[in-house]
């Protein structure tokens, strides 16, 4: 029997698919929704990162536009810059005449600068503020106070804040030496300034106003991002000419390509995500870009996907992880589940397969009670109780009714033979006494006491050999009897002589084919053929009469049909039942592969064909 057929096997199977089946669902449901989660929440902080970052750049550079826009407002600045820078043109050496006092001047420089530093507000949002003039002269309030020279030729940004007609202009990062010197740090500093025009009170251009601010202030939550992001992200800024304003040298391919893939944009796209193929490092990367209206600077923050979304891995891992150990302990339990269904099963079959025949009747071999906790279980195991007694009962009853079938068969069997067979025959050995035929006599009472004494043994079962033997004598009776009218003769092949069949069911066969091939003008034949084909024999009986009629072979088929259906023995009656009692004990002998055909051959009598397997 296939282990995998019985009633565990099936229930622990299909409780474990089930299980499985419906797990993995979830899994991957719960996967799906907590991946979408993180995924989502990773993009978001991404995204929101992006816009914090930008919104420090703008604040700062907010800042530095503030306090230029209260100086370029500021009446009271341009006065005092004005005065002082008069002032500054029309000094005199020390000693002469015609120009303002020291004192003067003095008071002029320490009034602006009161008046800038009041500009620039406590808090000091910006390091250092200048004021340049149109000849060549700049005064500055800051870490660096007081009046200077200058030359336009040497200011980089001078031809563009005096061609700028917008307002404001933000100027490159410089390396400043001047700012370094007052930072604690041996790096050297960078700044940025932001440029205005100012303008007198007839909106003539009067000076230029330049803020300055730290470029780590300014940038300062990109570099700390830069720093400490776990994902190791990449952050760059760029103006609208795609030149690089952080990270300070990046002239790299890669930053270049992210320039170039925001330039491809469609104009005005809002700020998004999306990916993009690293020409370098050729892994799939996530960009979030924002775009400053303070600044006109973009911010791009470019993070490897695998990078970000690496918790989803972890994720995933634990996920199947704690999947596998529910998955196997809900296994465990569905073949506990079906172990205790199918235990008490598996008592009750290992009992009803010991059960032996000397059990039947006796409470044996249910002596215990089952106790399954399963009421169904336990009503199996009394119904098979109360089947153990009806199974004794009738088996009695069938033992009983088989002994009495068998007893049946063999007394109709026996009465088969004629008595006018015995009558005729002792009536031919007096007839030969008269005549004093001796040797006739002798033979015939020879083959008469074998046939008497084969047909009258206990025995039910006997073998071709002694079958044909008894067969041979019968013919050679009814041969003394009839003399040359009957002819008879026996092929048989010698494979078949030692098997074993049912006694006396040739001899009456031949006795039915003399009993009516005698009813026409002699001579009578009878041949008796016995072969093997495989492993099955056959052994067929002819005789030159008339044949059966019709009616008599729809009558003796019509209860080997019934017989067939019934698979029931009918009631037998002693006169008329030879064939039809030859075929039951074939049928009992040999099951399905018994043989037991009829032909009437037109012209040539009649064939009975029996046979099985050896």
């Known amino acids: 029997m296939n282990k995998f057929r019985n009633i565990q096997s099936i229930l622990f199977m299909t409780y474990s698919l089930i299980i499985i089946v419906f797990f993995t669902v979830l899994v991957i449901w719960f996967y799906w929704w907590a991946s979408d989660l993180l995924r989502a929440g990773a993009t978001d902080s991404l995204g929101s990162m992006g816009q914090s970052m930008q919104g420090q750049i703008d604040s700062e550079i907010t800042k530095m536009n503030d306090v230029s826009l209260d100086v370029m407002y500021s009446n009271l600045v341009k006065n005092n810059f004005k005065k002082y820078m008069s002032d500054l043109e029309n000094a005199q050496p020390a000693g002469t005449a015609g120009g303002p006092p020291a004192g003067i001047q003095v008071e002029n420089a320490k009034e602006l600068s009161e008046i800038l530093t009041a500009a620039i507000g406590p808090s000091r949002p910006v390091e250092q503020l200048y004021l340049y003039d149109f000849n060549n002269k700049a005064y500055g309030n800051g870490f660096d106070n007081g009046e200077r020279s200058y030359k336009p030729e040497d200011k980089p940004w001078f031809r563009s804040v005096m061609d700028n007609k917008k307002g404001k202009m933000i100027g490159q990062p410089v390396l400043d030496e001047e700012m370094s010197r007052f930072i604690s740090s041996r790096e050297k500093q960078y700044s940025i300034s932001l440029f205005r025009l100012f303008y007198d009170n007839y909106n003539a251009p009067m000076g230029i106003v330049e803020v300055k601010q730290y470029y780590n202030r300014i940038f300062k939550t990109a570099i700390e991002f830069t720093k400490q992001n776990p994902y190791q992200a990449k952050v760059i800024v760029y103006d609208d000419s795609g030149r690089i304003i952080y990270p300070l040298g990046d002239e790299s391919e890669q930053s270049a390509a992210y320039i170039r893939l925001e330039n491809g944009s469609v104009s005005g796209m809002p700020d998004s995500l999306r990916t993009f193929l690293n020409p370098v490092t050729k892994e799939k990367e996530l960009l979030t870009s924002h775009h400053s209206d303070v600044t006109g600077w973009h911010t791009t923050i470019a993070v490897s996907e695998r990078e970000l979304l690496a918790p989803i891995g972890v994720f995933t891992k634990r996920t199947v992880l704690i999947a596998a150990v529910i998955l196997l302990f809900a296994i465990v339990l569905s073949f506990v589940a079906a172990k205790r269904i199918t235990l008490p099963i598996m008592k009750i079959h290992r009992t009803v397969r010991n059960m032996s025949l000397e059990d039947l009747g006796s409470t044996k071999a249910f002596s215990k009670e089952l106790n399954s906790g399963l009421s169904e279980l336990d009503q199996l195991h009394w119904s098979f109780l109360k089947m153990n007694a009806r199974l004794k009962q009738s088996m009695d009853e069938l033992l009983l009714a088989q002994s009495q079938e068998l007893q049946a068969k063999l007394v109709a069997l026996n009465s088969q033979m004629n008595p006018h067979f015995l009558y005729n025959t002792l009536a031919t050995i007096h ?55 009957l002819q008879f003769g026996l092929d048989i092949d010698q494979r078949i002589l030692l098997l074993h069949c049912p006694k006396l069911i040739v001899q009456p066969l031949v006795e039915n084919a003399v009993k009516f091939g005698t009813q026409k003008e002699p001579p009578w034949s009878i041949r008796i053929v016995g072969f093997m084909y495989g492993n099955r024999w056959q052994i067929e009986v002819s005789d030159n009469g008339n044949g059966f009629s019709e009616e008599s072979l729809n009558l003796l088929y019509g209860k080997i049909r019934e017989i067939d259906e019934t698979n029931a023995v009918p009631m037998l009656k002693l006169d008329g039942m030879g064939l039809l009692n030859i075929y039951i004990r074939m049928k009992l002998t040999f099951g399905a592969d018994a043989v037991f055909r009829i032909e009437n051959r037109p012209g040539e009598g009649a064939t009975v064909v029996i046979g099985g397997t050896d």
């Open 431 to 485: 007839a030969m006494a008269e005549e004093n035929m001796n040797g006739q006599i002798v033979s015939m009472t020879e083959n008469m006491s074998g046939f008497l004494r084969y047909i009258s043994s206990d025995n039910s079962v006997s073998n071709l050999e002694a079958e044909l033997l008894h067969t041979k004598k019968f013919l050679e009776i009814n041969q003394i009897r009839y003399g040359q009218k």
